[in-house]
């Protein structure tokens, strides 16, 4: 690859190049007050815990969620999307969640191509939404979905059926039963007006629809049986008493409710998806919804039978692969993150291995890169895909990948062949999710494992570390109060926390290629996640661009 001028780094005045760097992503690994509720302080964690103490100069914390990676608000919560799209990009993005709050209050999204797409098939057909139903901001939010319903209604949607995902990961769990209940009360509303709008099917999200990185097209297809063909093991009249009556069955919470389809009094799916209907995906973000994209998008597909391929008007609320184009409709155009990290680093020669497992293997490289899957350069670059367990739920087992993925870095270290060496360590925040706290502190130490053994590669080609998280979420799974205290439900029970939290997380430097007199700035008055591309050209050797968000260290001498 020729180095175009614009894509020239300039030489850092200080700091050599051809040091191997490890570039350690921890999901979910936040800073919070040691507690029994804090996974991380639980756990040993013998390599992570030696890079804080006593070490101000090379140990810090920056911020993970709300404005600092483009969120709507401080209220916001990090996600791995709008984390590793900071970390890579170096700068801060107005994220799809912004986005589309802008385009629903302005009204734009209905004035758009992708809304006009669509609406020709109110007249005569159906519209069907499809998503995530919380208000957890991280995949999608049910005022954003209801802005969207009444904004169809007022431009002519005669019928619409929703198909409805629950969630209990950005949100408690249990709380699915509350939004539904919204949902409906909204949709009584529209019925009252003349409008035919009902709940047609629905499905926990880790079960139903939202998988990612084809881990399982299992999920996917349950879904698609459920919106598309209007089959499936549950059947129910109502949508609320679907969800009151699942959450029972053995097993099952919010994120794994069985798949169920709304019946009419004879038995007939209220809602299948069929020749002429419009489609729209409402949530926003990326990762989980490009495989159920590609079902309704691509003609030739091979990955389940589909066994109708309906022909319809669809588009998702974005874009979500912009390298694939899909899907090729949408209603709000997604953040155009460009001249990322990883691709000015391939036009200036480093050469990068980056892997995780399944799960989150997108996240160092198509997250990273600015949703944009593929490589810049081949020859510079190697991706590795370490398969995730499938069809279980992580707390089964907390280990995960964790050490398969710290061999891997160690070997690509050990091998010379690699300038940048870019790993996620998914535990903290997969067996997070899950809400059980003795798997988590096993998911922690595994995670620290991986962590101690790239390290000591690290050590043996004189390279540098960088280690740091996306947002936290193992550091804190209890809910709490205003004053930080454990918050109790009405029967007074605590309330475990399964999502992702407002922490900041630790960043560390470090290993015996670190040049001396390398130490975090104290003059930055908010760093967050966007600071670490610079830094990270900086330890390669290079100037980053003037618009990238300032590098978060100096050189003294
Ligand atoms: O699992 C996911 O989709 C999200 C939580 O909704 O987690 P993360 O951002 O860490 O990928
Ligand atoms: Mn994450
Ligand atoms: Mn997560």
């Not at 209990?168 to 039963?177: A, F, I, Y």
């Amino acid at each position: 690859m020729a180095t175009s001028s614009a894509w020239k780094l300039d030489d850092h005045p200080k700091l050599p190049k051809g040091k191997t760097i490890a570039l350690i992503v921890l999901d979910g690994w936040g800073e919070s007050a040691p507690d029994q509720y804090n996974c991380i302080h639980n756990a040993p964690t013998p390599a992570m815990d030696s890079l804080k103490h006593g070490a101000p100069d090379t140990w810090t914390l920056i911020k993970a969620h709300g404005t600092a990676v483009g969120l709507p608000s401080e209220d916001d919560m990090g996600n791995s999307e709008v984390g590793h799209n900071a970390l890579g990009a170096g700068r801060i993005f107005a994220q799809g969640a912004k986005l589309c709050d802008q385009a629903l209050a302005s009204g734009k999204i209905f004035q758009g191509e992708g809304f006009k797409y669509v609406s020709e098939s109110f007249e005569t057909n159906t519209l069907h939404l499809v998503g995530l139903l919380s208000d957890g901001g991280v995949h999608s939010r049910l005022d954003q979905l209801q802005l969207l319903i009444k904004g169809s209604a007022e431009r002519g949607a005669k019928r619409i059926r929703v198909h409805i995902l629950t969630d209990g990961r950005d949100v408690l769990d249990g709380s699915s039963v509350g939004f539904v209940e919204t949902l409906e009360a909204d949709l009584v509303t529209l019925r009252e007006n003349g409008v035919d709008a009902q709940i047609a099917s629905g499905g926990g999200r880790m079960y139903v629809t939202l998988d990612r990185y084809e881990n399982d097209w299992e999920v996917v297809k349950r879904g698609w049986d459920a919106q598309v063909l209007g089959e499936a093991p549950h059947k129910f009249k109502n949508a609320v008493e679907a969800v009151k009556t699942l959450r029972k069955e053995p097993g099952a919470n919010d994120q794994y409710l069985p798949p169920f389809v709304i019946v009419d009094d004879s038995g007939k799916a209220v809602g299948p998806i069929v020749d002429g209907d419009a489609v729209v995906t409402f949530n926003f973000r990326a990762d989980r919804m490009v495989m159920h994209a590609k079902a309704l998008e691509y003609e030739d597909f091979d990955k389940f039978d589909r066994v109708r391929f309906p022909k319809i008007r669809y588009a998702g609320m974005l874009q979500y692969d912009g390298e694939l184009k899909l899907p090729s409709r949408y209603l709000v155009s997604p953040p155009e993150i460009d001249r990322t990290s990883g691709e000015y680093l391939a036009h200036n020669g480093v050469s990068t291995f980056a892997c995780s497992e399944t799960v989150k293997f997108g996240h160092v490289t198509f997250f990273w890169n600015g949703n944009r899957s593929g490589y810049f350069n081949e020859k510079l670059e190697e991706y590795v895909e370490i398969p995730s367990d499938s069809g279980i739920s992580f707390n089964v087992q907390p280990k995960m990948k964790a050490l398969e993925i710290g061999e891997k870095a160690r070997d690509a270290i050990l091998s010379g062949k690699f300038d940048q060496v870019r790993v996620n360590i998914p535990n903290g925040d997969m067996v997070g999710h899950t809400g059980d706290i003795e798997a988590t502190v096993v998911a922690c130490e595994a995670a620290d494992l991986a962590v101690k053994m790239i390290f000591d590669a690290i050590e043996q080609v004189k390279g540098i570390y960088v280690v740091t998280a996306d947002h936290g979420n193992a550091e804190d799974m209890v809910k709490r109060d205003k004053s930080g205290k454990p918050a109790l439900d009405k029967e007074g029970k605590l309330q475990i926390l399964t999502s992702h939290t407002l922490k900041p997380v630790p960043i560390a430097i470090g290993g015996p290629g670190l040049s001396k007199g390398v130490r975090f700035r104290k003059d930055l008055e908010t760093p967050g996640l966007a600071n670490v591309a610079a830094t990270v050209m900086n330890l390669h050797g290079f100037v980053a661009p003037s618009d990238y968000e300032p590098t978060l260290i100096e050189v003294v001498e």
